[in-house]
């Protein structure tokens, strides 16, 4: 998290890169799949949590079904410890709002199916204050493990002088990547799985598959559409980083807490999930509502975040109101696609004007469409399967900020006769040399 409306991101976009190649993540034995889904306590709560707060949540999670959905996290943020480390340099857990010690909680947590995170920082302090694990970070590594966490959320506040660290932001980050690592190794445990949480300072994108297992790429999120807009945009133009091991983080989830229309908050869950980010969950839970439930719970939506088979985040393939490749923070990428599993295309549409709007596509313009085939729509919201398609889709008066998210799965050849005989008629060519169509 970081405080002050929360430092914007430094680089432009237009210095970013519109392809990154392949990305090989941080393969320490964990987070290949699931992709992280859970529970962190920030975006509703902040420094007003306890033991009691932890383990209600993790009952609710389990009785709301959001377990049997596939959320195994229940992570605690930051403002757990006492602000001043023991005698033995040790971090301590608030005495009196985790009176019953972190081991006890983790027990309790654990047993009822699920795996727990914790929260530190890469600097001197928390971005709330407290102790952070510069010069400490075997030491608070241990402390975590022994506390029976599995999970690090590692923050980028309180940075040390220059002429302390020597480092840049790489090597800030790989001092805690290497005392996890070492901690392992000596521990013969499970190694942490580690997200990186430096709001995609320098690039985080091309460097952060190398020392964790996600990495923001943007500053905090609010519980806006200027704000979602905003992440959507700047993510559009870097999904190629994301990949089984190692996956491109849009920061938590603001679903439930105001703010959002019902359209904005399904075009939320959407897209974070079908970029294959974290997916943690951050509204009080015993306040939620039906309908932002039945998102989170959307099982079909969910399938596609955490496929088995294809590890990469579905990328845009034309902008709609913009010509392609255009930063936007109001109008990002609108038409955009990806392979599944089972070889079908999935594919995601967004409405980014304030007015409802008819979304057209020739199917051909998403390279994992085949030519001269026709396609079953199934609509991933409606939960319907919604005919053929041949050569194109239209969605009529898609609601304001809404959503379209289908699964197109070949059907067999297109029908005898169609005109003209290419889908996309620029160099549609005959045999014999002449062009054909429009």
């Not at 000596?186 to 949480?197: I, K």
């Not at 806006?224 to 190692?246: K, M, P, R, V």
């Amino acid at each position: 998290m970081l405080y002050l409306k929360r430092w914007a991101v430094a680089a432009s976009l237009a210095a970013q890169l519109p392809y990154l190649p392949g990305v090989i993540g941080l393969n320490n034995g964990v987070a290949r799949l699931p992709i992280v889904l859970g529970y962190n306590t920030w975006n509703a709560y902040q420094c007003n949590i306890d033991e009691d707060l932890m383990l209600t949540t993790a009952k609710l999670m389990k009785s709301l079904g959001l377990q049997a959905a596939g959320y195994n996290y229940v992570n605690i943020d930051d403002c757990y410890a006492e602000k001043n480390r023991s005698a033995s340099g040790d971090i301590i857990a608030d005495k009196v709002r985790f009176k019953g010690g972190m081991k006890k909680l983790t027990d309790s947590i654990h047993a009822l199916g699920f795996k727990t995170g914790i929260y530190s920082d890469s600097g001197w302090f928390t971005c709330a204050g407290y102790p952070g694990s510069f010069q400490n970070e075997l030491r608070d590594a241990t402390t975590f493990q022994n506390w029976g966490f599995d999970y690090l959320k590692y923050d980028n506040c309180a940075i040390p002088y220059d002429d302390i660290i020597r480092q840049g932001m790489i090597g800030k980050y790989q001092r805690m990547t290497d005392a996890l690592a070492q901690l392992a190794s000596t521990s013969h445990q499970q190694p942490f799985v580690f997200s990186l949480c430096q709001w995609g300072w320098v690039r985080s994108f091309s460097w952060g598959a190398n020392l964790g297992h996600s990495w923001r790429t943007t500053g905090d999120i609010a519980p806006a559409w200027d704000s979602l807009a905003f992440i959507i945009n700047f993510n559009s133009f870097i999904t190629q980083a994301t990949d089984f091991f190692g996956r491109n983080d849009l920061d938590m989830l603001q679903l439930g807490n105001g703010g959002l229309t019902f359209e904005e908050a399904k075009s939320h869950f959407t897209a974070w999930a079908l970029m294959r980010s974290p997916l943690l969950i951050g509204t009080n839970l015993s306040a939620i509502t039906p309908d932002i439930l039945g998102i989170l719970t959307n099982r079909e939506i969910l399938a596609i975040n955490q496929d088995p088979v294809v590890g990469k985040s579905i990328s845009p393939f034309r902008w709609g109101i913009n010509p392609d490749w255009t930063s936007n923070s109001t109008h990002p990428a609108q038409y955009w696609s990806g392979p599944t599993q089972d070889g079908t295309c999935l594919c995601w549409w967004l409405n980014t004007l304030d007015t409802p709007s008819t979304l057209f596509f020739n199917l051909t313009e998403s390279p994992f469409i085949r030519a001269g085939r026709q396609y079953s729509v199934r609509d991933l919201w409606a939960h319907t399967n919604n005919g053929t398609a041949v050569r194109n889709f239209t969605a009529h008066n898609v609601p304001p900020h809404g959503v379209i998210a289908l699964l197109l799965k070949d059907a067999g050849n297109e029908p005898d006769g169609i005109f003209p005989a290419c889908s996309v008629w620029f160099q549609c060519i005959d045999k014999n040399g002449t062009h054909v169509g429009g």
